[in-house]
């Protein structure tokens, strides 16, 4: 199985600040990752695919980058809707997909 | 739009089974793998399996190998998990989502979650 590790697991940020979130895949998975983010008591909701695509209707501020087994998703100013959490997928193999473990974005 | 509307929460007892149900609309039905994806409480995300509705093609994850059951009803536009032997372990909002493909793996669409409790 492909392990995903999110780093940090907690991130302490002002409103405007710049954000980053950083996902490592145990293997190359070239640009096969999609990162999430969840609210509480809400479903997962697709913000970006194939690594730096954003979906439509995603802020413009959210960005993702990296290929192989490093990727980043940043959020270049933090607003008050985006305190939540963010997963990273891949979907080089899906069987089984795999999730990192998340990263908590809270009010500082 | 695309709609997936889930059962609603339950108890169930150690040993016991449950099966939820995940309704969709605003697309094809049986152009779509659905999946489905658990959350423990105050936990990740983890994946239980996929299902290809148009022709009952399924996946499931080792870890829920012969406890986990995925189903559809093309009639009704619905799939179901049906997962038994439930231990306390097994607490979770259980999710349907859409993949984005056939089989693409990207979950592009989510059900609203099913909470199950598993307790005495």
């Known amino acids: 199985d492909i392990q995903m590790t999110q780093s940090p697991s907690t991130l302490s940020a002002s409103v405007g600040d710049r954000v980053t979130i950083t996902c490592r895949a145990s293997?190359?998975?070239?640009?096969?990752l999609a990162w999430y983010q969840q609210k509480p008591g809400k479903a997962p909701k697709l913000l970006i695919y194939?690594?730096?695509s954003l979906v439509s209707g995603v802020p413009s501020s959210f960005s993702g980058s990296g290929s192989g087994t490093e990727f980043t998703l940043t959020i270049s100013s933090l607003q008050p809707d985006d305190f939540a959490t963010y997963y990273c997928q891949q979907y080089y193999s899906n069987s089984p997909l795999t999730f990192g473990g998340g990263t908590k974005v809270e009010i500082k | 739009q695309v709609q997936l509307v889930q059962s609603g929460a339950g108890v169930k007892r150690p040993g016991a089974s449950v099966k939820v149900s995940c309704k969709a609309s605003?697309?094809?039905?049986?152009?779509?793998?659905m999946h489905w994806v658990r959350q423990a409480p105050g936990q990740g995300l983890e994946w239980m399996g996929w299902i290809n509705p148009d022709t009952g093609g399924i996946n499931y994850a080792e870890k829920f190998l012969g406890r986990v059951t995925l189903t559809r009803d093309t009639s009704m536009s619905t799939v179901y998990m049906e997962l038994s032997g439930l231990t306390s372990d097994d607490t979770a909002v259980y999710h349907c989502?859409?993949?984005?493909?056939?089989?693409?793996?990207?979950?592009?669409?989510w059900g609203q979650g099913t909470l199950v409790t598993v307790s005495s």
């Open positions: 194939k690594a730096s």
């Open positions: 989502a859409r993949d984005r493909g056939m089989g693409s793996g990207l979950l592009d669409s």
């Open positions: 605003g697309f094809t039905f049986t152009s779509f793998y």
């Open positions: 293997q190359s998975i070239s640009s096969w």
